[in-house]
């Protein structure tokens, strides 16, 4: 087995355990209530208020931890189980996703750069794999082939690599905001760091397994 497979599937197994520590953390505070009893979606609106944001609609969708912020129409998507809930993971998450939003008011340049490759990243994703699959075949006489495959999986890895400042600039901006705004404090304020923590670990570890995917496939072109 080469070096390479051994790191995907450590990564593989890394992921795993951060993606079952993040359900674990935001099943405990999703329990845990917030003082004043803001629901996710009121978290959002008011956060929006303070900082002057008054273009963006904060709504609700389907699913668990499918919480996002659509630059395109301006919407805060909360899932039903942060729009509603008045929880710790609830405010958590809205204001992360808020502060997408603040990002995007401010024309935060990581928040712009990732947006501008979303076009990019959704054809190269659908066909990246097709592309090195056709490679493999004609390695040996069109090598360009697959070379191609592996420029597309580089984007991904691009898009994942950009996405680390944003995601990680927008829970700082919840953080600073919960805190100064008197919205969670102490233990609850500790408790939404840790849950903010753990979803970026997410994000982290796509970073790694998209770099570690790409050097496979780079691997394989040099031995071929």
């Known amino acids: 087995m080469s070096i390479e ?9 890394v992921g795993l355990i951060v993606q079952g520590k993040l359900q674990s953390v935001f099943s405990k505070y999703s329990k845990v209530p917030m ?10 609106e008011k956060m929006l208020r303070e900082n002057g944001v008054y273009n963006v609609q904060v709504i609700s969708t389907r699913g668990h931890l499918t ?9 805060i998507n909360l899932s039903e189980s942060v729009y509603n809930s008045t929880s710790v993971a609830a405010a958590a998450v809205a204001a992360h996703e808020t502060g997408h939003a603040l990002q995007d008011a401010c024309e ?8 501008a490759l979303v076009p990019v990243i959704s054809f190269s994703s659908q066909w990246a794999f097709i592309v090195i699959l056709f490679g493999l075949f004609l390695i040996n006489t069109m090598p360009a082939v697959f070379w191609l495959g592996i420029a ?4 991904s890895a691009v898009f994942s690599l950009v996405t680390l400042p944003v995601e990680f600039n927008a829970s700082a901006r919840a953080m600073q905001w919960l805190g100064s705004s008197g ?3 102490g233990q609850a304020l500790t408790q939404a760091g840790t849950a903010l923590k ?4 997410t994000y982290v570890v796509a970073a790694i397994s998209a770099i570690a995917t790409l050097l496979y496939y780079i691997g394989i072109a040099r031995r071929e």
């Open 35 to 44: 003082a004043g009893g803001l629901t996710g979606r009121e978290v959002a």
């Open 183 to 185: 919205t969670l404090s």
């Open 152 to 155: 597309m999986i580089a984007m």
């Open 198 to 201: 753990w979803a970026a670990s």
């Open 108 to 115: 935060y340049a990581p928040l712009r750069l990732r947006s």
């Open 67 to 75: 919480d996002h912020y659509n630059p395109a129409n301006k919407t």
């Open 5 to 13: 497979w051994i790191l995907l599937i450590v990564i593989g197994i």
